[in-house]
């Protein structure tokens, strides 16, 4: 087996012009199937074959993402329609994670699955049945992290165009979601296991409100997000934060334009409505500034004054 999939891996790799890290053979109903990981941030890719090299049938990008010690495992399910027909999760797994197990709703026996080159599994699945959750296991096949069905893409593709639903991601600038209020800032960072970094500087006038605790809708076992929000009449900030990295990347796009926010790169979108979104080594970080006139510079004054340093005061960090 071990030659059969070498060859398919040379074969697909003369055809596209690119390192391949794992191959599925073709069969008697279905094309070669290749998958890579490229770009930055990094997205899988996967690539349907005519057996004997002659064509290519179908090429998918999935959505870029990055697994992480909190949120072992980012996959996509692709199905391939058409003349052929195929269907294939395509994942990538942490350093943490020996494995994977899709779960499916049929009874069928899910299988379990390594990863290859660049941490990427590429794995069929059953035509029937929705993909409802993928557990990324440990070197003695425990689980270490699922990642839900709202988190995983359902894509299609005929050759010519794809189709689908985008997982679930970051939501690191959006507003308020589901979750809960806190009577203070110990008390959230007690339940999220870590303590919210603060801003030095919001626009005079703000009041904070209780902090929220939102988890995370596509790694039930993550660190939730913590939400602060400071207002004052019609206006508000909003700042959410989580462990970095994000597990869906925010990649720009139109109507994104890049900042600095100290020394990391930000995605800063918006007018009336401004979000921005940054990372650091250790955080993740999504302002919302509304309500406002220069809601961008505002943004960017908040994003840039959040520091490990300012933490909340001693009678209220208890």
């Known amino acids: ?117 660049d941490r990427l599994v590429v794995a069929r699945l059953p035509d029937e049945g929705a993909l409802v959750a993928v557990d990324a296991l440990d070197s003695r096949g425990e689980p270490v992290g699922r990642l839900v069905r709202a988190g995983i893409s359902d894509l299609q593709t005929d050759g010519g165009t794809v189709s689908g639903r985008l997982g679930a991601s970051h939501g690191m600038g959006a507003g308020i979601g589901h979750g809960r209020w806190a009577t203070g800032l110990a008390e959230a960072a007690f339940e999220a296991g870590y303590q919210p970094w603060l801003p030095g500087w919001v626009p005079p006038g703000m ?26 009449a019609g206006a508000r900030v909003l700042l959410r934060q989580a462990p970095a990295p994000l597990a869906s990347p925010d990649g720009g796009g139109r109507g994104a334009r890049e900042v600095d926010v100290g020394g990391a790169p930000g995605v800063l979108r918006g007018r009336g409505l401004v979000t921005l979104i940054w990372e650091t080594p250790e955080r993740a970080f999504g302002v919302q500034a509304r309500g406002m006139a220069g809601g961008e510079d505002t943004a960017l004054r908040v994003a840039r004054s959040v520091s490990p340093e300012n933490l909340a005061p001693p009678a209220e960090a208890g």
């Open 1 to 117: 087996m071990a030659e059969t999939e070498r060859a398919a891996r040379e074969l697909a790799e003369g055809v596209l012009g690119h390192p391949v890290a794992v191959a599925l053979p073709a069969d008697d109903e279905r094309p070669l199937v290749a998958g890579s990981v490229a770009g930055d941030p990094p997205r899988a890719r996967v690539a349907w074959i005519n057996p004997d090299g002659s064509s290519i049938v179908a090429r998918v990008a999935c959505p870029p993402g990055r697994p992480s010690r909190w949120r072992p495992v980012v996959a996509a399910a692709v199905r391939l329609s058409g003349e052929q027909h195929d269907r294939v999760l395509v994942a990538r797994l942490a350093p943490e994670a020996a494995a994977l197990r899709p779960l499916l709703t049929v009874e069928a026996d899910a299988p379990v699955v390594e990863p290859g080159g």
């Open 207 to 232: 009041t904070m409100g209780d902090p929220r605790i939102e988890p995370d809708v596509a790694y039930p076992a993550a660190p939730p997000a913590l939400i602060i929000v400071w207002t004052d």
